[in-house]
């Protein structure tokens, strides 16, 4: 069902909900809240003063309202419990004056200033919630649409009715004694209370990893029996090009280059995760590959997730292979349509050989003559269905595909379950280490004065600070503020730019672009910085509020730094000495640092903040609900074995 034939779901309200990924009933069933607030009174002889508070009372007198700016409003009333009174003041709740009568058991939700007794409230309920827990669901929204609306619309669809089918096998529910599909689906949305909410979460766990795992063993079970190109390799070709390089290969970077041609050699499909820290020198492998791809007289091709990362790698690997007779082409979505056409009519006659794109190169008007590689960088952002949809552009093409968050090897296993793996450990020998340091908020002006240093040498510095969870517009506020704070430390003197999560992907990458050319001095920004954005003139990094970071992002992040020969520095900025935090300054291995962070594995509650995973799993978590992947993953294998034998 389309959303739109919902109750309270208008044309705009469609593209509001398009925006967060919601296009049909099943979406919106599957938009599980992150978080949930638990409602409960507080116990009014232990109220402190600026303590958040929740207290039912009866209203003494009709609120005034008084209206002020661009729809702004603010709310007084009074409020009595049996043993005081107080002044309620709330913001922007105009429209609830009419339900809130003299005489009338409201609960108020906010914080307590003591000495005047003033609660400012942070929403009113206009019941009595007496001593039950009230829970309530908290969605991602953004500035179009709040989470109670979509709460609202989840209502909706509810009272519509809705057909929601089981999705695991019988066997499998009474196993585990798990919820029923249709009594955890609607208690995530509409929880009674912790007892029924918990089993509810863990059945929705299990079923989104099951559903997960078995795409994945499925996957595997159909590669292997996929018939490939079988390739001759001319080895010695291979290594007059190793030996031409202008350095050294690692033996890491030379094992996974034999691994590779060894599948080429084969019949059997490639279907290969490259993984390696940030600056490890994935990129040449993956031009290794391609070609020995082209000796054989294949087509490859290379897909970036941006349209600036497949404008440097084209860039790198035409510098490469300068002296050599291949043709190589770059298709972008950003090109012009008469570029465009030129370029796909080569790729369709041949003429082109190796092609670098972003996924404009598997449009459905692009057709190969003879694709026989597909090498897609930074893997996470392309989604586990669309493994295997590469492949077909070719003749059972072979694909590498390149990730730079190097995984702990259990887990690996099991997410990259139906691929072989090759790993860049040691990262080549002249990288200079990043110097890491740990601040507090209060040495903050030493760091500044270390990047000003920096910026008048005429380096580059990264600026990050975190999501904020809550709504978008503190997101905004944040570095909106960060900003305006090293303006006016640098004096304007050092053209900042703001990266943040209600830009457009088109202003995200012109703002990346001036960076890249050195137009951008400082750049800001909330999302985590592009993967793979190379800019060796960036020496510094500072991320601010570290502590809210997980340790591989961390890593992640201090990889955009100290890509050139410079000395390059990495300050993570936090309120208070943070334990956890040193193991960045004693290490730069980013798999030892990926077991450490898969050993925090957060909190696992369910009140945690959501994971910023490269697998999007709505519910689950493949840190903190470890064991449980394990398990299901088991459960997966039995279950399609027995389905095997059965047919
Ligand atoms: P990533 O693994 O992040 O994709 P790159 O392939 O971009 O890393 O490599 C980072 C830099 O290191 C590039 O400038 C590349 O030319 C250089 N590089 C790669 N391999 C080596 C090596 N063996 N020795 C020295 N420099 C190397
Ligand atoms: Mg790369």
Do not use: W
Request: with cysteine; charged share 30%; hydrophobic share 35%.
């Amino acid at each position: 069902m389309e959303i739109s034939s919902l109750k309270g779901v208008g044309p705009k309200t469609k593209l509001y909900l398009n925006e967060l990924g919601i296009y049909n009933d099943q979406d919106l069933l599957s938009y599980y809240p992150f978080r949930f607030n638990v409602i409960k009174k507080t116990d009014e002889a232990k109220m402190d003063d600026g303590s958040n508070v929740t207290i039912s009372g009866v209203v003494e007198n009709e609120p005034t309202l008084f209206k002020y700016g661009k729809n702004k409003d603010r709310m007084n009333f009074r409020i009595s419990t049996k043993s005081n009174i107080y002044n309620v003041v709330v913001f922007n709740r105009g429209f609830l004056k009419s339900s809130i009568n003299q005489g009338k058991t409201v609960t108020i939700v906010g914080k307590y200033e003591k000495y005047k007794s003033n609660i400012i409230a942070s929403d009113i309920k206009t019941f009595d919630i007496g001593n039950r827990e009230l829970i309530e669901p908290i969605y991602h929204s953004n500035s179009n649409i709040s989470s109670k609306q979509i709460h609202k619309i989840i209502k909706n669809l509810f009272d519509h009715g809705i057909d929601i089918k089981t999705k695991l096998p019988n066997y499998i529910i009474s196993k585990y004694n798990l919820m029923p599909r249709e009594r955890a689906v609607s208690e995530i949305h509409f929880p009674r209370s912790l007892k029924t909410l918990n089993p509810a979460i863990n059945y929705l766990k299990y079923e989104e990893f099951f559903g997960f795992l078995e795409k994945i063993s499925l996957l595997k079970i159909k590669n292997k029996k996929l018939i490939g190109i079988k390739r001759e390799i001319c080895d010695d070709k291979v290594s007059k090009f190793i030996k031409s390089l202008p350095f050294e290969l690692t033996s890491d970077q030379n094992k996974a280059i034999a691994e590779i041609s060894a599948d080429m050699k084969t019949s059997k499909v490639m279907n290969r995760l490259l993984q390696g820290d940030v600056s490890s020198g994935k990129t040449v492998v993956a031009f290794a590959a391609l070609y020995i791809n082209y000796l054989s007289d294949f087509q490859g091709a290379l897909m970036a997730p941006t349209d600036v990362l497949a404008r440097q790698h084209y860039k790198n690997i035409k510098e490469l292979f300068k002296g050599y007779d291949i043709n190589i082409s770059l298709l972008t979505g950003k090109m012009s349509e008469k570029e465009k056409n030129k370029i796909k009519s080569e790729i369709n006659s041949g003429e082109t050989s190796i092609i670098i794109g972003t996924h404009a190169l598997f449009s459905k008007d692009v057709e190969y003559k003879n694709l026989g590689l597909v090498i897609t960088d930074e893997q996470h952002r392309f989604g586990v269905r669309q493994r295997g949809e590469f492949r077909k552009k070719g003749n059972n093409a072979d694909v590498l595909y390149m990730t730079a968050t190097p995984i702990p090897r259990t887990l690996a296993l099991t997410i990259y379950g139906d691929m072989d793996i090759s790993s860049i450990k040691v990262l080549p020998r002249n990288r200079k280490p990043v110097k890491t340091f740990f601040k507090k908020s209060s040495e903050i002006k030493t760091v500044l004065e270390k990047v000003l240093s920096e910026l008048k040498i005429g380096n580059q510095v990264y600026v990050v600070v975190p999501l904020i969870e809550e709504t978008e517009k503190s997101d905004m506020k944040n570095v909106l503020d960060i900003a305006s704070k090293f303006e006016k430390a640098y004096k304007g003197k050092f053209k900042t730019g703001i990266l943040h999560g209600r830009m457009s992907s088109e202003d995200k990458e012109s703002i990346m672009d001036q960076f890249y050319k050195n137009d951008i001095k400082i750049l800001i920004s909330t999302t985590v910085v592009e993967v793979g954005l190379d800019n060796p003139n960036a020496t510094v990094m500072v991320v601010f509020d570290s502590d809210r970071f997980g340790l591989s992002t961390l890593h992640q992040l201090r990889g955009r730094v100290g890509r050139g020969n410079k000395e390059s520095y990495f300050f993570m900025v936090a309120k208070d000495y943070s334990e956890r935090l040193q193991i960045l300054t004693k290490t730069t291995d980013g798999f030892l640092i990926s077991e450490h962070d898969f050993k925090e594995r957060g909190s696992g509650d369910l009140f945690g903040v959501r994971q910023s995973g490269e697998l999007n799993f709505k519910i689950a978590n493949i840190k903190s609900d470890f064991k449980l992947l394990k398990k299901v993953d088991e459960d997966v294998k039995e279950y399609l074995k027995t389905k095997q034998n059965r047919i």
